[in-house]
Each structure stands twice: as structure tokens, then as C-alpha cells.
């Protein structure tokens, strides 16, 4: 068990500009998750898969924003026209089933900064 | 709607000292309740959950936290701090029939001193 990595740790880009994150769940995880985190604030949620199938967007996640999980296992979110707002601590979970009880493991975050 | 209302953005303590960070959540249906740890440029660490049963839980590294339905409060408690607990904490839940998502509340800065 190696955990959940992120990559890149940090970006920083400039506004406009096209950027990918990329997240290795745990092997075996089912579920993935992808949270943004905001200076001072707590981890909002931004979308979930359950294996390859992306069964909820929240609001914040913009038409900029794009997440995929083509074969189950990495996941990808892509930000595109990138705005001084997206500015964040990208982060991502990842759980062995779809039960509450079933703890969510973290990974280290992606941090994005838009210049 | 869930939420989580975290009162105290820091917390200053000294070591060895004992420390209760608070929790509150707002919820018309029963909820599953975390409290979850972020060290310095580390993701997120569970440190405690409560799903049903015994309202003290007790964790990692010392730590517990008493879920209190009437008031509905989940408290994390630790007697006797270390300078190694310096951290972020931040409380959680899930509503039990959406198992979809944490909803986080805004965290406790907990700072121990020498």
C-alpha cells in the first residue's frame, strides 16, 4: 500500500493557460474523489468516480473543469482558461468501497497557483 | 443541508497540557462523523470516525472524541498534548443515506508551544 500520490505537487501558471492534475488511488480503490481545498478553508468536494463512472459533479466544478477515470484506475482533472479563482490545493481521495464506514485516504495535493 | 461549524480557527496550547477542539454540525438526518488531521505539506490523515454505537471513539496518536446527539457536537479531546501535534484538524460528515462526499467544516489551527 503506497497511498494515494498526486502529481505535480505545484503548478503555477499563468491565467488563460490549460493545466492537468493527475491522481493514483490506492491500488484496488474503487472510489475516487476530487476536493478542493482554499487558503483558510476546509476541503470542498468537487466530483467522485465509482471505477470509471463519474457519478456526481458539485457546482463549483465549472465547464472549465474536466475529470476522467478511463480505465478505473489514475485519474485526471483538467482546468481549462485558467482563472486567478482556481487558485487552490487540489486533493485527492480515494476508498476502497462506497460505504461511509469505508475511510477516505488522501493524497498530498496538487497546489495551483495562477498568476 | 449538512454543515460543520468549526468555532475556534486556532488554538494555542502548551505542551503536555490538555486540548478539546470543537465540532459542532448541522443535520436533519443521522450523520457519520470524522475528524480528520493535515500536517504541514501532508494530505489528510484520519484520525477517528464515528458511525453508530459507543459515543467515545477513541483514535490514533491519543486522541478521542465524544459525539453528542442532543447537541450535536462531536469534540476531539487529547490530555496531554506534544509539540508533534501541531496540525491542522479538521471535523467532517457524511449524511448516512448519501455516503457520496465529506462535507469539511473550515478547521482548528491547533499550536503547541514549549
Known amino acids: 500500500d503506497t497511498g494515494v500520490s498526486q502529481d505535480p505537487r505545484h503548478k503555477i501558471t499563468k491565467r488563460g493557460q490549460n493545466v492537468t492534475f493527475r491522481c493514483d488511488p490506492i491500488?484496488?480503490?474503487?472510489?475516487l474523489y476530487w476536493y478542493r481545498q482554499t487558503l483558510g478553508q476546509g476541503p470542498e468536494f468537487l466530483t467522485y468516480f465509482q471505477n470509471e463512472a463519474q457519478l456526481e459533479k458539485s457546482r463549483l466544478l465549472s465547464d472549465r473543469f474536466s475529470a476522467e477515470r478511463p480505465k478505473g484506475s489514475f485519474s485526471t482533472l483538467e482546468i481549462q482558461r485558467t482563472e486567478q479563482g482556481d487558485s487552490a490545493m487540489y486533493l485527492c481521495a480515494s476508498s476502497l468501497e462506497f460505504w461511509a464506514a469505508d475511510t477516505q485516504y488522501f493524497g498530498p495535493g496538487t497546489r495551483l497557483t495562477v498568476l | 443541508a449538512q454543515s460543520v461549524t468549526q468555532l475556534d480557527s486556532q488554538v494555542p496550547v502548551f505542551e503536555e497540557a490538555p486540548v478539546e477542539l470543537r465540532c459542532n454540525y448541522s443535520?436533519?438526518?443521522?450523520?457519520?462523523l470524522f475528524w480528520y488531521v493535515q500536517y504541514p505539506n501532508q494530505g489528510l490523515q484520519l484520525l477517528l470516525k464515528?458511525?453508530?454505537?459507543?459515543?467515545l471513539v477513541k483514535g490514533i496518536n491519543g486522541f478521542e472524541a465524544e459525539f453528542n446527539k442532543s447537541q450535536t457536537s462531536f469534540h476531539l479531546r487529547k490530555p496531554s498534548v506534544h509539540i508533534s501535534d501541531t496540525a491542522e484538524y479538521f471535523c467532517?460528515?457524511?449524511?448516512?443515506?448519501?455516503?457520496?462526499?465529506?462535507?469539511f467544516g473550515t478547521g482548528t489551527r491547533l499550536q503547541v508551544f514549549p
Open positions: 491500488s484496488e480503490h474503487n472510489r
Open positions: 443535520s436533519s438526518v443521522s450523520v457519520y
Open positions: 464515528y458511525l453508530s454505537g459507543s459515543t
Open positions: 467532517a460528515v457524511i449524511p448516512s443515506y448519501n455516503t457520496d462526499k465529506l462535507i
